[in-house]
């Protein structure tokens, strides 16, 4: 209980220190400049801020629909928080970290890939939603359920974090051409949760990676609708910078 809410605690202060260089540098821009989107960029810049079931945004997220392998289903329930019988963690984030239970009937192992892009829905709109920002895999033995503990990042800045009363189901693989950069730029980037665990608690470069990314899909999802396309690289951009590469 104490690391976690050590964990809250900091994750939160590295992203108030992230926004609120944000803010300042968003006025430093929009005094300076009155820059538009290129042509070929406008139809990322529309994005921002605009996707359905995301940030501010009504209704469900939009993509290519998740199956699971045949002969894999869920078993139980997916709810946010930790579970104490997970065997394994995977996934980057921190908002939206949820217990899963996998049932796998083949007699064979399975590997179930979790692709970059994948939304996890909440069931209530008081909850935020899930978004996994890089391919994520796990094994399952053959005739048993594996329960693990799932990283992801938050969709909607405004809704509360994920808690042991959420409940979640695997939704789209988001269409979002600005989300699928993301994903392509952070393919190098070493942000995988268990690269820094240790057996009972996270490090501090995770605190500090996990704030970033975190900002970089917000900057995404709940971005301010008025700031420049050129604002928008140049904070991307240095955010993006600051993690560190594998």
Known sequence: MTSQFLFGKINLFYFTRGFALMAILLCIFSCSKDDTAPEDKQELQAEIGNL???????????????????????????????CEEAEIRIGSGHYVTVCVGLRNDNDQEVTVIFPGGLILISESDDYQNGVIVEKTTVVLPPKKTTRFIFHTYC???????????????????????????????????????????????FTDTYYELESTVQALVWQITDGIAFMDWETFEYLYEQQLNELPNK
């Open 155 to 201: 969709g909607n800045a405004s809704r509360s974090a994920a808690s042991s009363a959420a409940v979640y189901t695997f939704g789209p693989v988001t269409s979002s051409k600005l989300i699928g950069r993301l994903i392509n730029d952070l393919k190098n980037k070493k942000i995988a949760a268990s690269e820094y665990w240790d057996g009972a608690d």
């Open 52 to 82: 359905p079931g995301l940030g501010e945004q009504s209704g469900i997220p939009q993509g290519e629909t998740f199956q699971l392998p045949d002969g894999i289903t869920v078993d139980g329930l997916i709810t946010g928080d930790y």
